[in-house]
């Protein structure tokens, strides 16, 4: 399913009206280049999920963890992982059993590693309109 969003409080609306049908140990495989409306998508998914405190991108230090609301979320940055294999170190497994929901940017780089039920969320520029954002959703029904 496809939304645009026209402005950082819209992609955060998104990410707060998924967060309603996400289940215990649910993935979030995100998609898109820097600069897209991930981590205004993150801080929509904490506000759905109970978190009210700061989000910020995890760039160095592979994980945040956001507790304190219903669900804990666990947002990662995989872009300084070579692969996969490179999940072991940081825990991935133990995070996965926790009953969070995982958001998992540059989830390509560790694909092999996600879970076939994994929500993939992407994120591209809008063609009528550079600032606009064109989200696609896939594993999930309309939100």
């Known amino acids: 399913m ?7 409080a819209e992609t955060e609306a998104l990410g707060r ?12 495989a995100y998609r898109g280049d820097l600069g897209m409306g991930k981590t205004a998508f993150t801080r ?20 945040n963890e956001y ?5 804990p979320l666990f947002h990662f940055d995989m872009y300084r992982l070579e692969d996969a294999r490179d999940l072991f170190d940081i825990g991935w497994e133990d995070y996965l059993d926790r009953g969070g929901v995982c958001a998992v940017e540059w989830s390509e780089r560790v ?12 994120f591209a ?5 550079e600032n606009w954002r064109v989200i696609t959703m896939e594993g999930v029904g309309p939100v």
């Open 2 to 8: 496809d939304y645009v969003s026209h402005s950082e």
């Open 17 to 28: 009206r998924l967060a309603a049908v996400l289940a215990p140990g649910a993935v979030v």
């Open 44 to 63: 929509g998914l904490a506000r759905g999920l109970g978190y009210e405190g700061r989000v910020t991108s995890p760039t160095f230090t592979i994980v």
């Open 67 to 71: 507790e304190g609301g219903g669900l």
């Open 111 to 122: 694909e092999e590693a996600l879970p076939e039920d994994a929500v993939t969320v992407s």
């Open 125 to 129: 520029r809008c063609p009528e309109e």
